[in-house]
Each structure stands twice: as structure tokens, then as C-alpha cells.
């Protein structure tokens, strides 16, 4: 099918673009932000992983579980730290959410194929009803939230320059910008279950 293909390549695009960003975050943060960066950044470039269409590389087997067992620690990570920052719940319900559809994609879980991004839709699992719904609604109230709250720094940014330490990554939009544009992949992603 040529279209979730199609999909797939731009969701990868997307999120790996996003990762890079991320990742190019942590050399201008430091302490809580370089953090949140490099999870970020994780976050960015596993989405880019798991959308790669199975026309051009068909996981193995044992992919999906390597998947699950690297976000299940993401998610572990994020549960320490949200003891002390509301922001890493976010990443405890993302790095939660790609534990799922891990799970979710893999042969053993009822994925065809391994339910890869480029995949036939059709033909994945669908996941838990529920739980997929309540995801689905998570980031779409996460993505308006986001958007909204780039406009005004946007508009506040026109007239000075980067943050402190400089580079194009110390900028807050950019970091407002990476959330907007992973919570639309999540988004994306979680429609195909």
C-alpha cells in the first residue's frame, strides 16, 4: 500500500529530525534540561526507528522486545525523576506509550509483520480499545497544549536573541517546537494500533 509508506518515510523524517534537534539541546543545557533533552532525544529517534516502513527493512523478531525493554527502563528512569519534575510524567506516559506499542506491533503481541509504521494498517493488532483511546486523547490534548504555548513564546522571541550559552538549541522554542512536533508522532503512531 503507498500510502501508509509514504506516511511512514515522513513520520521517521519527522521524528528523527526531531531527535537530532534534541540531541543538539544537550550541548547547550545543563543539569534538568540536559536531561530532558536526552530523553527527548531517545524518545525522538525510537519513534523514527518504529516508523521505518517494512517495505525497505523488516525488523527481526527479537527487535520489538529490545523496544520494549529500552523504554520500559526509559519509563522506569522517567518514574524516578518525575518524584521531583511534573515534566517527566510526559515522559513517563511517552516512553509507557511506546512500551505498548511495542508490544502491541510485535509478532508475539498480534502485530502482523511486526506492524511496522509502513505496514498495511489493516493488518496490525489493534491494540487495547481503551487504553489506546485514552493515549490518543493524552496527546491530542498534549499537542493543543504545546501549540498553544509556542505561539506567544514565538512571538516574544521576534525580538531578542537565543538563551544564555547561546546556539540555536538554547532558544525555548525550540524545546516547545520538539514536544509539539513528537507529541504529533505519538499521535500518529497510536492511529495506526
Known sequence: M????VSGWLLMAL????????LLRTRSETGEGRRTARAEALMGFGMAAMAV???VVTPPVWGWAVYAVLFGAASLRALWFSLHSGHHLHHLVGSSAMVYMALTMSPVGGGAHGGHMGHDVTATAAGIPLLTGLLLA?????????????IPVAAAA???GGA???GWGAWPEVALACRLMMGIGMFAM????
Request: aromatic share 8%; proline share 5%.
Open 2 to 5: 503507498h500510502g501508509p509508506a
Open 15 to 22: 521524528c528523527g529530525m526531531t531527535g537530532a534537534s534534541c
Open 53 to 55: 516502513p517494512t517495505a
Open 138 to 150: 493524552y496527546y491530542a490534548v498534549y499537542v493543543l497544549r504545546s501549540g498553544a504555548r509556542l
Open 158 to 160: 521576534g525580538g531578542g
Open 164 to 166: 544564555v550559552g547561546g
Open 190 to 193: 497510536l492511529l495506526t494500533l
